[in-house]
């Protein structure tokens, strides 16, 4: 009796196979996600004394197959300075990009902490920074993408002498690390 209950169960799975109907995904509304990482050289013009100075950034990006993702970054901010000034900003936040053939132009709005030490080593801080920025990648290869332009402005809205913004521009590369 186990056997032809089995077997009845079985070929009833077998039959009702080719009734069931399926939906499938289109392209675009397929699950998962890449992830990039790269770094970048920066050029910064800080309001406090005026100061051009350069530095490098490191950055993460987490994109879904949709068009908004999120992206992390650290920007140590270290060369050309002058009495000892220099700083290092770490944020996260939303990342909205979009293709247009091998560009990949994105927005970003992030929230983070800045590392500010004042002249002559006699004090630093740390501050809150909100950042909002863009720029544009352009794919060199599936994996390697070459940051044509990524253009910040940040506000430190509890600096210590009031409100002291800054601005950046940087070039580098981003490299997929897996999708």
Avoid at 83 to 96: C, F, K, L, P
Avoid at 137 to 163: C, K, L, M
Wanted: charged share 15%.
């Amino acid at each position: 009796m186990g056997a032809r209950r089995s077997g009845a169960i079985l070929a009833f799975c077998v039959g009702m196979a080719g009734l069931a109907s399926a939906q499938v995904n289109y392209h675009g509304d397929k699950g998962g996600m890449s992830v990039s990482a790269g770094a970048a050289g920066t050029g910064y013009y800080i309001q406090y004394g005026e100061r051009k100075m350069t530095g490098i950034s490191a950055f993460v990006d987490v994109d879904p197959r949709g068009h908004l993702g999120i992206e992390g970054e650290g920007r140590w901010i270290e060369f050309r300075q002058a009495a000892d000034v220099h700083m290092e900003t770490y944020s996260i936040g939303a990342r909205y990009h979009f293709n247009i053939g091998r560009f990949q132009p994105y927005a970003k709005g992030l929230v983070g902490f800045g590392d500010f030490n004042f002249p002559y080593n006699l004090a630093t801080g740390r501050y809150l920074v909100v950042t909002g920025g863009g720029g544009a990648d352009y794919q060199f290869t599936s994996r390697i993408h070459i940051r044509v332009a990524d253009v910040e402005y940040q506000d430190w809205p509890q600096f210590t002498f009031g409100n002291m913004t800054a601005l950046s521009a940087s070039v580098g590369l981003r490299v997929r690390i897996f999708r």
